[in-house]
């Protein structure tokens, strides 16, 4: 589908071009129209690009529920986490957030210096998640935004 969309910008760049380059072959409402219409749909090219791209990392990526050892400070905890949390916690854990992540155990708080030892989904698996709009983090609870 973004291959129509990226043949459909370059025809619709072609016959801009064309019209600029003999001026009154095309009126200027027209020319105006082409003008427009270009950035829409360079957009959406990019867009559908970007879906696809998403949906091929998804599909070769692993994301599955994952045990993880949580040390904050001098304490250790072990948590079970769902699929959906971990990568809540790996965008949590690469954007430097302070976050509390609610666990059957209790609340637990993860700052940017917490060590965390397990499998946590790859960083591309999140984004991939995140562009599709599946990421839903209700586990996770945000104290603080991420330091730049």
């Known amino acids: 589908m973004s291959v129509l969309y990226v043949l459909l910008t370059l025809l619709c760049a072609g016959t801009l071009l064309l019209f600029l380059a003999r001026p009154g072959l095309a009126r200027p409402l027209v020319v105006w129209g082409l003008a427009a219409l270009l950035p829409l749909l360079a957009a959406l090219a990019s867009a559908l690009g970007t879906q696809a791209r998403a949906a091929r990392v998804l599909a070769a990526g692993n994301l599955s529920a994952a045990q993880v050892s949580v040390t904050t400070g001098a ?74």
């Open 75 to 148: 304490r250790t905890q072990t948590l079970t986490l769902s699929a959906q949390d971990a990568a809540c916690l790996e965008r949590a854990l690469r954007l430097r957030s302070t976050v509390t992540l609610d666990t059957p155990g209790g609340p637990v708080t993860v700052r940017p210096g917490t060590r965390v030892q397990g499998t946590l989904p790859s960083r591309q698996v999140v984004e991939a998640l995140t562009l599709r709009g599946e990421l839903h983090c209700p586990a996770l609870r945000t104290l603080s935004a991420p330091e730049r």
